[in-house]
């Protein structure tokens, strides 16, 4: 089996930074993409930021400027976040698409268990 593990959410204050990692464990042979999605209390779960294996980056509108989503390949996913808002107050979810694993033919899709940021005014 696959399992996402993330790491570096928590408390900081506005303004601040915080890097969330996230890293598949298992015989990974390949993953097509990797992301970070939220989700507040109260709200839907929204995406964040995406990285394909061809290294192409997509970021939600709200976080443009102020987060970097990188990708040790092929496994490791990373968001930098910066400029930290309390509207980014959310639990931080750790995504992997189409990962193929050693010995397996099919393809599947993986969620991490997530991870608290909180961000006080």
């Known amino acids: 089996q696959v399992q996402l593990v993330e790491s570096g959410g928590g408390l900081v204050q506005t303004g601040g930074s915080l890097t969330l990692s996230c890293a598949a464990s298992?015989?990974?042979?390949?993953?097509?993409?990797m992301g970070w999605y939220r989700q507040a209390p109260g709200k839907q779960r929204e995406l964040v930021a995406t990285?394909?294996?061809?290294?192409?980056r997509n970021y939600a509108d709200s976080v443009k400027g102020r987060f970097t989503i990188s990708r040790d390949y092929p496994n490791t996913v990373d968001l930098q976040m910066n400029s930290l808002k309390p509207d980014d107050t959310a639990v931080y979810y750790c995504?992997?698409?189409?990962?193929?694993?050693?010995?397996?033919?099919?393809?599947?899709?993986?969620w991490g268990q997530g991870t608290q940021v909180t961000v006080s005014s």
């Open positions: 990285i394909t294996s061809g290294s192409s």
């Open positions: 995504r992997a698409d189409g990962v193929l694993i050693y010995d397996f033919e099919n393809k599947k899709d993986y």
């Open positions: 298992g015989s990974v042979r390949s993953i097509d993409a």
